[in-house]
């Protein structure tokens, strides 16, 4: 390349930032790579993460002054690239070494002759006499102590070995062959998942594992690991084909962080020093989490707009081409070969996180049967894994067509694909694929075609939260059972009318029921805490199954760890619960044509659950947590209840009170350490579960706060926490809320009643309850002395309005009662009852200017109340320890004639 540039000589290269990092698209805008790119490697900027590489070797060899006329320098895994050319011309000898044979698997290295086939390939020329080339294993370096003042090594250190001896084997070498003060400049590939990738001979590392082999080897790192990166477009995780199916992106696609099979990964660069007089220390990591986040967030973006509608995935016939759907199923190939079969298989695609349907239409003209599998992949481990099986039989003879369509919960860090064989012979097949509308980062109002399920984990809040839930549905679209023995009781065929099912039927134990797949929830728990208030819960209720067994015995918290029997009441129970499923078509099982005892359907359900291994539990759980449209934990209650707000655009909750909360607490800080350590013990898949739930809730909570700030008012900064300021959280929520509400269609109406079975669009109420006298349904206000209710009314006339109560504890708190309309008072007028009663109805103007001064959305009827009691108080034999104001019986509205 001709050059009338000045060259810019090593002192010109003044350190202004740490050149131990990630590899970051705006690298390539710092004019001394650019400078380096065009002038020493001799070539033009692109956006590749090798010519990332090569540059920030040369900068940083520069840097470290070794790049000169008497330096001697070794590079590992050379093949023939560019960069050992560029610094052939700086430096007194370089010796290439690599892996060169005639007969090498890698292109890049096969010769017998390696220092001509390096010259071969040379760029540019060079002084010959400064290169040696030879074969060389790097963790065997077959040179002298004291040899080198540099090495370096462009992404080859992840290929040359399937364990970290292997890589410590290579360090130790280094060490030992650098002279006192020399430089080992390297870079490899490093995930933005969170542990390392061990794939045998090709790692992807994560950050403090690799950190901690170089400092076990006694090489010094640079005091800090930058691993900041900049939110741009070109920073963005980009996949190959392979990981969605189809040719996904641009003719030109940036090579700088990349997708593939669900790992996240990029380049990044290392300087290491020999240096005998002191201990290695462990670098400083910057900016990890951030970058995580980030790379997570993009990619989560593009899998939402890759897949948000069917989208076709071109299947492979037979053996044509070597797709890896093929590895691992080579009998199911070979079988079909030797019976002349018809075979098919699609590409593993990346789905993300969620509920996925795959649809295959195909028509036979002489085929007689089609059997397909779903199979999931995990690149390391190398597993693969059936999912779901199914058969179509065709009419021999007779041309027809047919559909089958596969649904499964997609695990975010794994790709899945479809082998398919049939018997006979077929004019054609396509594949489609599509996640479900609703995605678990992003919010959305409920609509009729939505159908949830609680997964209602034992002793994690559920008594709480199944009440706030219930609220969002109407009464008639809540199925009653929630437990199996009341499952029994219902027909089958009435069960897909509902749209809200909770209860304690595992997250696979509904899925035979249903005509597809609900929208998943649930709470999770630490499991200390989980397991302590669990045998708390057992030892005061004579109900439970082993209440008798525990008192009879005086067990304490220890002893009943160390009982076999109830140990596996509370082991692993999250896990248990969330990888649950059935291996069954409940419409044979004749114990669900009647209800039977709780022992028969106990042992129906274990006869009929999927069996499977502790691993595939863990990871079934886990997968199932990624596919939850909302989680929450029960430590971080107010901000999972703001999480449940946001994401289907609710009201915030305000003050929500537990409910069943034993009396003292669970006390767990005050357990002996060994008692801890046996919870811990028997809850080691719980507690790797609640780690990553622990992962995944903070993502979404950052991403709730990062979307509310858009309906912040100037001034309004909430400062990264929900805890930093829950009062603008809740503001920021409702505006969330009225902003969604008010893009539904037919939101106003002409005259309204709620008879309270309605979803509620309010706050501050507890659940529906049967009014004694005639059965209708009623809310307790509270915990609050404040509550709301908004009514979708037209604005341009007067309203009026009309409500009922049916109760309060005492009558002060009903004479206190001050009702608003979008903060104007309201004029109580007292149409039933007396001041002596508790049952009363009363009647008020809402004038058109307080609608008319609402440019759109709901009327907000705020009802406040002096205080609020529980019935316990009153009466300590009263279980009911809710804090309760008034009884709101409905609310009628309709224009003034």
Known sequence: MENNETEITQSSFNLTKNLQKVCDV?????????????????SYPTFHRKQWEFAMLFLALSEEKILHEDAIGIVFGAGAERLLFSICEKVKKLIATDLYSASSNWIGARTSNPKQFILDHAPFPIDTDRLDAAYMDMRSIEYPNDTFDFCYSSCAFEHIAEDDAGFLEHLL???????????????????YNDETVRIPNNHLFEINHLLGLIQSSGLHAKPVFNAKLSENMLNEPMPS????????????????????????????MLILKKDSNRLPGFPVIEGLEKSKAFVRRTLNKQIEKVWKDWQYISPTRGEKDKSNAIIGHENFIKDSRTK?????????????????????????????????????????PYEREILTEETVEFERGNGTGSTITLRFIANPTKTYAVLGRGAGSFRSITIQARKNK???????????????????????????????????????????????????????????????????????????????????????????????????????????????????????????????????????????????????????GPIFLSAESRSAVDKWIQDHEVAISAEQRLERAKRMLHACTWFGLAERFDESMALLSWTFGWPPLGQVQKLRVASGGSNIDDLPEEVREKVLACNELDIALYREAERLFQDRLAGMLSDLMRYAQPGEVVSGTFANNPALVNQLLDRHYRHHLEAQPLLAQESLYLSLKEPLLGSGWHRRERAPADNSTFRWSGPAAESFIDLPLQGGRDWVLEFRIVHALTLDILDSLRVTANGTPLELEMTEGTKETTVRRYRSLIPAKVI?????????????VNRTLSPQSLDPANPDERQVGIALNWIRAQPLL
């Not at 705006?26 to 001799?42: G, P, Q, V």
């Not at 009729?448 to 609220?471: C, E, V």
């Not at 008319?852 to 406040?864: C, E, Y």
């Open 852 to 864: 008319a001064n609402k440019s759109s959305g709901p009327v907000r009827l705020v009802f406040k």
């Open 26 to 42: 705006t690298d390539w805008f710092d004019s001394r790579i650019d400078y380096i790119i065009r002038n020493n490697l001799r």
């Open 241 to 268: 084909p392979e990981d969605f199916g189809f040719n996904y992106g641009k003719h030109w696609i940036p090579h700088v962080t990349l997708l593939r099979h669900g790992r996240i990964f990029t380049s990044c």
């Open 340 to 380: 002349n079969d018809f075979v098919f298989h699609s590409p593993y695609c990346l789905f993300g996180a969620g509920s996925v349907e795959i649809k295959i239409d195909l028509f036979a003209e002489d085929g007689r049967q089609l059997n397909v599998k779903l199979v999931e992949f995990n690149v390391y």
């Open 438 to 588: 609703i995605f678990p980062f992003k919010p959305f109002m409920l609509v009729p075609q939505n159908r949830f399920y609680f997964i209602h984990i034992p002793k994690t809040a559920g008594t709480t939260l199944i009440p706030l839930l219930d609220a969002r549905f109407d009464a008639d679209e809540i199925c009653p059972a929630q437990l199996w023995r009341e499952l029994l009781t219902l027909h089958q065929e009435s069960l897909p009318r509902y749209r809200f099912f909770r209860g304690h039927f595992g997250a696979g134990g509904l899925k035979s029921f249903l005509p597809e797949l609900p929208f998943y929830l649930t709470m999770l728990r630490h499991p200390l805490p989980l397991t302590f208030s669990t045998y708390k819960f057992i030892l005061r209720e004579p109900g439970t199954r082993v209440h008798h067994l525990v008192k009879e015995r005086n067990m304490t918290f220890s002893d009943f760890l160390d009982s076999p029997e109830m140990r596996k009441k509370v082991n692993d129970m999250q896990v248990r619960h969330l990888s649950f499923d059935l291996q069954h078509d409940p419409d044979t």
């Open 173 to 191: 070498e280094v060490n030992r062959t650098l002279k006192e003060g020399g430089v080992y400049a390297m870079t490899t590939e490093l995930t």
